[in-house]
């Protein structure tokens, strides 16, 4: 009898544990953001979730934009940024294929 009253909210806990574990990766991703230098371009964007898009580098990280903080950023484009801040410079080609800064941004900070 008691077994069963506890099986009952497994499937809650479960959807806990996995919102845990989503948020802390999420927030460990950011952290890696602001903490590294990072000159990486920009391989894939994903808007699964729907008020953020995420553009992901090619050294592993991922840049977020919101509706807060929008972003025009594009796949090809080029970011850099110091270690230690969310200030970051997006890069784009122009017609000479050549990469010019084409916006800053304030991420984190």
Not at 35 to 64: A, C, I, M, P
Request: aromatic content about 12%.
């Amino acid at each position: 009898m008691m077994k069963s009253k506890y099986i009952k909210f497994l499937p809650i806990v479960i959807v806990i544990i996995a919102v845990v574990v989503f948020l802390v990766y999420n927030n460990h991703l950011n952290n890696r953001f602001y903490l590294e230098k990072v000159n990486s371009k920009v391989v894939k964007r994903s808007n699964w979730q729907l008020r953020t898009t995420e553009f992901y580098l090619k050294n592993g990280l991922r840049v977020d934009s919101t509706g807060i903080l929008p972003l025009d950023i594009k796949v090809g484009d080029s970011i850099s940024k110091e270690a230690n801040t969310g200030k970051f410079k997006v890069y784009r080609k122009n017609n000479f294929n050549q990469y010019v800064l084409d916006k800053t941004y304030n991420n984190l900070d």
